[in-house]
Nanobody, 119 residues
Framework: QVQLVESGGGLVQAGDSLRLSCAAS????????VAWFRQAPAKERESVAA????????SYADSVKGRFTISRDNAKNTVYLQMNSLKPEDTAVYYC????????????WGQGTQVTVSS
């Protein structure tokens, strides 16, 4: 497993942008797939975006396609989530998660960072 720490959340207005960071410690992070999840009050956790270990492939939830971009810098052991054109419905606690590329399930989770978008 790796240890993950998210940062970059905050309170913004609709239409604003935020960039979340997920810093990892532990060996071989560059061999881990990483995803961002979010959970709003009284809602189930949902996957927002994912990136493979090499950064060669990304995927997004339909609700954020065209607005969010996931990227990674393996030299810095960090994954980013650039969020543009934020909407009130993006309000949630955002978590990053990682798994070795051979695994099916994510086995390392951060503590989460709150994103609040006001209308």
């Amino acid at each position: 497993q790796v240890q993950l720490v998210e940062s970059g959340g905050g309170l913004v207005q609709a239409g604003d942008s935020l960039r979340l960071s997920c810093a990892a410690s532990g060996r071989a992070f560059s061999s881990y797939d990483v995803a961002w999840f979010r959970q709003a009050p009284a809602k189930e956790r949902e996957s927002v975006a994912a990136i493979t270990w090499s950064g060669g492939s990304t995927s997004y939830a339909d609700s954020v396609k065209g607005r969010f971009t996931i990227s990674r810098d393996n030299a810095k052991n960090t994954v980013y989530l650039q969020m543009n054109s934020l909407k009130p419905e993006d309000t949630a606690v955002y978590y990053c998660a990682a798994k070795p590329r051979s695994y099916t399930d994510f086995d390392s989770w951060g503590q989460g960072t709150q994103v609040t978008v006001s209308s």
